[in-house]
Each structure stands twice: as C-alpha cells, then as structure tokens.
C-alpha cells in the first residue's frame, strides 16, 4: 500500500470520527447472517422489526390498510349499508367476509399491522433516548488532525497568542448558544441538538397517536336521538333511536346529563339560485350535568356542539312534526300527539306513520288498532300538480294521509320501525267509491272515516324536530396533541441542522499563530459554510490577521482552503 493510500485512510477515519454521533439514528452494519438457533433468528428478527424502513412500511401498510374502511360500508358505522352492499354484490360479498373488509379496523390483520407498528416504534424510541441522553451529557469530540479535510475550512495567521485566540473564540461559541469546550489546542464546540429531540418528539407522538386511536376505538360511543320541540332527552342507552359504542365500552361510562328542546330555528335563502339554501339551524335547549345539576340554557349549531364532560352534542338534522289528533266514533280523544316525518329531499318532503296502538273500539265495540300513513309538504305549490315541497319552510303546508284499520303487528314482541307500517294484517278504510281513503288536509282540516269509525285531525300547530348526535371519544384530546407534537418534531427534525465547529490555534514555525476554524454538519448544507464565515469573520475582529513573511502589508485576509467556502 503506498503512503497516499495510507494518508487517505487515515483521512476518513478521522472525518467519520469527526462526524460521528451528529445523530441518534441506530448505524446500519454489514453483519454476518444471524446464528444458528432460535436466539439468533430471535435477534435478527428484532433488529429488523425495530428498523426505521421496517416501520415506515408498516406505517404505509397502516395508511393502505384504512382504504378499504373507508370505501366499503363497515358493520360498526352503518349495518343497513352493509346489507345493502351484500345484496347488491352476491360474489364479491363472501370474499370481504373472509378478508375482514366490513370490519377492518377490527380485523385480525389490521390488528396486526397496528401492534407490529407499536412495537417496532418503542423499539426505534428507546436506544436512541438512551443514547441521546448520553450525547447531551457528553461534550464534542476533539477536533481531527486534519482539520482541511472537513467540508467547511477557513485559516488565518495573527499575532495574538494560542490562548487568547482559543479564549476569544469559546466565549463566542458559547455567545452563540453552542456547547464549548477547550480540547488540546482546539475548542470544540456542537449546536442543533433539537433536531435528535424532534425526531425522538416525533416518534413519542406516533406512539401517542396510535394508543389515542386505539383507546378511542375501545371506548368510544355514538349515539342519534330524534327531539321534537318541548321534549327531553336523558343520556342513556335506552333512549337513543340508534347506539354504537367501542368493545370495552359500558353502560356506566356514559356522561350523565339530560337536555330539553325548547325550540329549533332554521332560516333560507328566499331567493337567487341559492334558493332554500339553509342561512341558519340552531337549537335553544335547556341542559343539566348529572342528576342535581344546575339548569343552564344554551344554543347548540351546525359544527357548534355543546361539550358536557367528554361528551360532545352535535346537531345534525332536521324536520317537522304535525300534531294529530285521533278520535274514535263517539268522539273521544285517543291520540293527540306530535309526529315526527322524516325529510326526504333538501326542501324537507316528509313521510311518516301515525300509529294507534290502544283505547281506540270500532262502531262495533271491538278494540282495534288504527295506522295512518302521512306525506307531508311545508311548502306547497298547486301549479305543480305534485306534493313535492317548493321551499324548506313552512309557507303552505299541506299533509297526505290514508287510513287503514286491523292489527299493526307491534304486539308480536317483534321491532319495527316507527317511521313504517306493517299492513299485513291492516285493512283499508275505503271512500265511497270503494277506493282507498285519502284526503289533502291543510292546517285545522279533518278526516272523517267512513261509517262511524271516527276522524283525524291535522291540528294548526305543526312543531319542528332536531336530531342529535352524542359523541363521546376518549382518546380524541391525545390524538390532537399527539399530531401536534408529531408535527412540531417533523419540523424540527428537517429544518434544523446539527452541526460542530472546532477552531484551533497553534504557534507556528516563526512564532505567529496560525489559526484554523472549520465545520462539518450531518448533512451538505450552505447553512455550515455561512456560519463558519460569520464565526470566523467575528473571531478575526478580535484576533486580526498578521503580515505573511513575503506580504509587507499589516493584516492578512482569511484565506479559505481550496474547495471550501469562508
């Protein structure tokens, strides 16, 4: 081998010396193949799940894997879709079953992915907090012999003693926030240590993420109630219209409070083409936290919920609910309630059900059960022809109904929907011409039902709905913070650069000391050289250059090394 190849050798050693430790990132090493045995594919194994690669591909994995939850109707969000899409596609339908998609984020293999990740995040976490603890309570390595091979190198001759010079330049070292120290004849210093803490920061916040989500999906629960003006609602299971919650979800965990609805507002667009566009939905309820808790009035808006506890209020629809009243063939009351009709176009068309389950008796005496079925307009246009609504308020409002008469089947101990009517053992009232019977009524109008069977009402007060969504997330605060903090450390992680500066000052051979400043950052950046030049044009102000033994002149410039900048 000859001298320059020696030299050079020798070169690298001490630059990658130099370098080493500017982060905390384990040192990928050609190693030899694991050893034979359990142990050392055990060792293999954690090496490589503990990887930086191996966990970004599980965090792809994790981002792919959440495709298909969100394409494809899932058994915890929407059963009836899930029905729905089984009946559509008899093939495909099988094969989701077998693959989990119905129900990914519970699935074996999203489960798996997910702890795989955990895992290998904890495994990148916990040697590099080690080691970088070990950096800040250690100080920057001495400054190579070389000091014209690092990427950033300056020099100058000057007449001020070795020590006054490294004095001089580690109070501008620590003046610029590094951390210093005399080595030898050099001062080492180090500064950009945030950007190890932001990539740990990052990584804490992953972890974070995932046990937010997690602990989100165990304990949540979601919940929808339908509201009618001057009714209340209490919060427990029971008196949800429909109720989904997390697998280590309980009845207990439920926030107490109960709410009253005291009347919903909702405002449009008269004219333009935004024509029945919703300006305004707010609902003015009265609320109680707990079961002695004080009475307190707010308005709940779209995107506005109330927050009681970890609970949060949503306000997420809305209709009408014409009050009926039902009498029987002598006149007497046996239904007066107000019915809420679901909307079924943005000008909220509606349709519903009035169901008399008792104390209603035919002309004959015999008990009956009474079903009606109600379409309902808010605004209706006679020169359309159609009982479709014209405008989403109530400016003329017009109700459908037809009557039918029997057994409605909800004493079976079967559920059905209240919005439904099972005519299968219900026979229709018939008009005069043997047809079915149905009239239009308007506000204050009646149906009269044929032969003494008694009459409906469609009374002048017509009253509005809210439905609500209760959402209760545990984890919801963790996860924002723990995206934050992965945020803050992504960015701290790429643009801050660690980087080590070492000046050193030696006598030379005729007594003038020659000083060397130079730098070396983790990755090429102009941010190093620019420093340098800044440091070394400060550190030159107080230690001036000295004439050069051909130079008659009373300073010397810096003179950068060739390929370096000042």
Known sequence: MSKTDTGNSQDQEELGAAGSQLSTAPREELSAAPGIG???WARWFWRQLTSMRVALLLLLLLSLGAIPGSLIPQTGADLNKVDDFRKAHRTLAPVYDKLGLFHVYSSVWFSAI??????????CIVPRTWQFVGQLRGRPPAAPKRLTRLPAYTTWRTTADPEQVREAALALMKKRRFRAHVAGDAVAAEKGYVRELGNLVFHVALIVLLV????????????????VEGDGFSNSILQYDDFKSGSMFQNDDLVPFSFDLKDFKGTYEVTGPNRGTPRTYQARIDYSQGAYGKQKSTTIKVNSPLHIGDAKVYLVSHGYAPVITVRDGKGK????????????????????????????????????????????????????????????ALVNPLLAVNAYHGDLGVDSGIPQSVYQLDKTHMKAFKDGKGQLLKKLLQPGDTLTLPNGAGSLTFEKDIKEWAGFEVVQEPGSGWALGGALGAIFGLAGSLFIQRRRVWVRAVPGPDGVTVVEMAGLGRSESAKV?????????????????APDPDDDSNESPIVPAEGAEK
Not at 341 to 349: A, E, K, Q
Not at 529 to 545: F, N, S
Request: no cysteine; aromatic share 12%; hydrophobic share 40%.
């Open 38 to 40: 359990v142990i050392g």
């Open 212 to 227: 937010a989500f997690a602990w989100g999906q165990m304990y949540k629960s979601d919940g929808t109630k339908l509201v």
């Open 114 to 123: 997910y702890i795989l990740l955990f895992v290998s995040l904890i495994g």
């Open 333 to 392: 009351v046996v239904y007066h309630d107000a019915v809420p009709l679901l909307p079924l176009d943005g000008n909220v068309t509606s349709n519903g059900v009035v169901k008399v389950m008792d104390g209603y008796e035919n002309p004959q005496g015999k008990s009956e059960q009474l079903g009606f079925q109600a379409f309902f307009v808010p605004t209706f246009d006679a020169k359309s022809g159609t009982m479709l609504s014209q405008f989403p």
């Open 529 to 545: 050289p620019e420093e340098l030049g800044d440091l070394a044009g400060i550190l030159y102000d107080q230690a001036p250059g």
